[in-house]
């Protein structure tokens, strides 16, 4: 969800009321701990820069006008490598997006994508405007990498400039495992300096049929890249309320524990991530969705004790799980229960 007030951010400062945007997709702001289909993300995507006639969602001191991202991708498809296409890239949003500079630094044998603040963003460093600006380019730049060159590319570590945000558990599966956050007006990503030279594969006809449901649909691409991702994350959901391990995993899924490891690496990922990210995302629906003990929310979980989930839940929230349901009572409806 924090991908989705990020988004909205924009139209918030406008005091434009996103109510009919979200209602027509049902989607609840209220549920904190609700998870948002990637299909309805998309569409949310497109009715946002449909109403503010602007593919920046509001958020720099100028629109990008409807039309920027085709122009975008049609200046990278004739490119003949992944670094030139990226350097048209650069070139282009210098144009449309001055708000932020895009560079790309090449090393032996790791390169860096460095998205900077020409001007500050917003007044403070955690301001979900910012926040989202960061998060919405790299996202934009990485999923547009893959696709023109037909695979996934892995980031090894991104660099956020900014302090964790509340969904930050989910860069895991958006970004990788191995994001920081730091202080400072640049975000850094590092990735294999070998897979610039990689050529663009895409051709007119291909991205005729991408930019059907465009540019909403960049945020749908390469899921495929995080296949073992999903796989694991089911299996541990599944073997619930067991505590699968990651041996347990690789067998199910008739690999080497070695081969899996290898695997989620690739993917940004690691399997006590995903099974962290897997608890606290349960954890915080049956708390907001359910009356459920305490106890009894631990145990469904797979934790030995109560006292251990305590601990965990305080590290995901800042708070007890007592105190997070009673911050939920503040804001629930009339009868009391908290928002469906």
Not at 13 to 25: C, D, F, M, S
């Amino acid at each position: 969800m924090g991908f989705v007030t990020g988004m909205l951010a924009g139209m918030s400062q406008r005091n434009i009321n996103p109510t009919l945007l979200l209602a027509e997709l049902d989607i609840d702001l209220a549920d904190a701990a609700a998870r948002v289909p990637l299909d309805r993300y998309a569409s949310l995507y497109n009715l946002v820069i449909r109403e503010l006639q602007d593919e920046g969602f509001g958020l720099f001191s100028g629109p990008m006008g409807p039309g920027s991202f085709e122009f975008l991708c049609r200046g990278m498809l004739g490119a003949p490598t992944l670094a030139d296409g990226l350097d048209r890239a650069r070139r282009f949003l210098a144009i449309v997006l001055p708000d932020l500079q895009v560079k790309v630094v090449r090393g032996d044998d790791r390169a860096e994508l460095h998205i900077r603040e020409a001007r500050p963003l917003t007044p403070t460093p955690d301001d979900p405007a910012r926040v989202f600006a960061f998060e919405w380019l790299l996202r934009l730049l990485h999923s547009l990498s893959c696709w023109l060159v037909g695979r996934g590319l892995s980031l090894d570590s991104v660099d956020f400039p900014f302090p964790p945000p509340a969904h930050a558990d989910d860069y895991a599966l958006v970004y990788t495992a191995r994001s920081r956050f730091i202080d400072g007006p640049q975000l850094t990503a590092r990735f294999n300096a070998t897979l610039l030279d990689l050529p663009i594969r895409r051709d007119e006809a291909a991205l005729s049929s991408f930019l059907e449901g465009a540019p909403g649909r960049i945020s749908m691409l390469y899921r495929r890249d995080r296949n073992t991702v999903t796989r694991v994350r089911d299996l541990i959901r599944d073997a619930l309320p067991a505590s699968l391990t990651q041996d347990e995993a690789a067998n199910r899924l008739h690999m080497s524990p070695r081969t899996l490891h290898r695997r989620l690496e690739e993917e940004g990922a690691s399997f006590r991530g995903i099974k962290e990210a897997l608890r606290r995302d349960m954890a915080l629906a049956r708390l907001t969705k359910t009356r459920q003990p305490i106890s009894q929310v631990a145990a469904d979980l797979g934790y030995a004790d109560t006292s251990a989930f305590y601990r965990a839940f305080t590290s995901w929230t800042g708070m007890s799980p007592e105190r997070y349901r009673k911050h939920l009572s503040l804001t629930a409806p009339p009868n009391g229960d908290p928002q469906p």
